[in-house]
C-alpha cells in the first residue's frame, strides 16, 4: 500500500511540474539587447478575449503590445503585462506577464499559489488618462486603470470619474 501511494504521489507530483512547465516552455514574449519581442500568434487571443467578454457594440482590438510599467505604491518594482487595445485606444485590456529569466509567460490561472492579480484580464474603458496600473497596497497588490485607487460609483457623473471604467475577469479556458 506505501508503495502505491508513494507512486501515485510520484505521477502527481510529475504531472503538475509538467502541466506548469508547459507555460515556461511557451513563453509569449521574450526580452533581448533591442527590447521586447512577441513570439506568440497573438490572433487567437484576440478571438478567444473577444469570444468570452460581451460588449455592447462590436469591437476590434487592433493592437498587440508588451508594456513594462513601475508599479505603483512603497517598495514599487518593474512588471510586465500584455497589452490588447482598438484602434480608438478606448479600450485596452491587459494580463500580467511572469518574468522568468529573459521570457514572459502568463501564469497558470488554475494554480492556488498565483495571486489573484496575476490570473485577471483587467479592462480599461475610457480616455487617455485610462490606463493598466498595478498598485501595491499594504497588504497586497491590485489592478487599476487610474493611477489613484478609488471607487467610483456607476451613478457619479462621468466627468468627475475622468470617464474612465475599469473591469477584472478570468477567462477559464486558456
Known sequence: ????????????????????KNFEKDPFARIDKEGIVILKDTLP???????????SKPVSLTKTQVIKRKMIG???????FALWTNSESTLKIAKWLEKRGNKLIFVDINSDRQEDYKKH???????????????ITDSSKVWNCTKELKCTPDLID????GNCRTYKMVILEE
Open 1 to 20: 500500500m506505501r508503495l502505491f501511494l508513494g507512486i501515485l504521489i510520484l505521477i502527481i507530483s510529475i504531472s503538475c511540474g509538467s502541466f506548469s
Open 45 to 55: 487571443m484576440k478571438n478567444s478575449i473577444l469570444k468570452n467578454i460581451s460588449f
Open 74 to 80: 512603497s517598495g514599487s518594482q518593474d512588471f510586465y
Open 121 to 135: 484580464y483587467l479592462l480599461c474603458v475610457g480616455n487617455t488618462d485610462c490606463f493598466p496600473e498595478l498598485i
Open 158 to 161: 462621468s466627468s468627475q470619474t
